[in-house]
């Protein structure tokens, strides 16, 4: 059982908006910032957002990212097949002296 | 460009020490990051286990703690991981990660390729 909970998946058609939820707690999203990943298959996971809604130089600007009190968002935009991956949220946690915590994942399949 | 990678046995018996190492080239191990380590079982989501900064100060998971040591040498510009009494729950891709500034971040930024770690006898 993850801290953060996201939905374990989610879908959509090329060119569609997608968004993915990540909620936590007073102790993590709601006194810290998040930060999004995306893990293709295979591969070692990837800094897509940054500092709640920050893109790291190279990440298109279709991804997106926005916080609103323990909640947080991933929006894609112009949904594209390379897309398909499993995304991630994080963020630090303040409790039991401080550690980081992710979510569980959510696999995006692009229909 | 930072680079990390890490190394060191892929079979690791029950009860056993896993032990790796991460090498990092491009930049230096004494800059003002955090460095950490995530694992992932096969199939499964991302945990993060812990994290280290150039001057010995540590951070770990506290469902793990009891049991994981991350230590740095900055001579070899590297830092390591061990992780006591292992049990097949422990089977997992070991990654490396570079972390923000401060100890209290999330965002990393620069990750190894990952190694696989089996428990098994």
């Known amino acids: 059982q993850s801290v953060l909970t996201q939905p374990p998946s989610a879908s959509g058609t090329p060119g569609q908006r997608v968004t993915i939820s990540c909620s936590g707690s007073?102790?993590?999203?709601?006194?810290?910032?998040v930060n999004w990943y995306q893990q293709l298959p295979g591969t070692a996971p990837k800094l897509l957002i940054y500092s709640n809604n920050q893109r790291p130089s190279g990440v298109p600007d279709r991804f997106s990212g926005s916080k609103s009190g323990t909640s947080a968002s991933l929006a894609i935009s112009g949904l594209q097949s390379e897309d398909e991956a499993d995304y991630y949220c994080a963020a630090w946690d303040d409790s039991l002296n401080g550690h980081v915590v992710f979510g569980g994942g959510t696999k995006l399949t692009v229909l | 460009q930072v680079q990390l990678q890490e190394s060191g046995p892929g079979l690791v018996k029950p009860s056993g020490t896993l032990s790796l190492t991460c090498a990092v080239s491009?930049?230096?191990?004494?800059?003002?990051?955090?460095w950490s380590w995530v694992r992932q079982p096969p199939g499964k989501g991302l945990e993060w286990i812990g994290e280290i900064y150039h001057s010995g100060s540590t951070n770990y998971n506290p469902s793990l703690k009891s049991r994981v040591t991350i230590s740095v040498d900055k001579s070899k510009n590297q830092f390591s991981l061990k992780l006591s009494s292992v049990t097949a729950a422990d089977t997992a891709v070991y990654y490396c990660?570079?972390?923000?500034?401060?100890?209290?971040?999330?965002?990393?930024?620069?990750w190894g390729q990952g190694t696989l770690v089996t428990v098994s006898s």
């Open positions: 491009g930049g230096s191990i004494s800059s003002s990051n955090w």
């Open positions: 990660a570079r972390d923000g500034e401060g100890g209290d971040t999330s965002d990393f930024d620069y």
């Open positions: 007073s102790s993590n999203i709601g006194s810290n910032t």
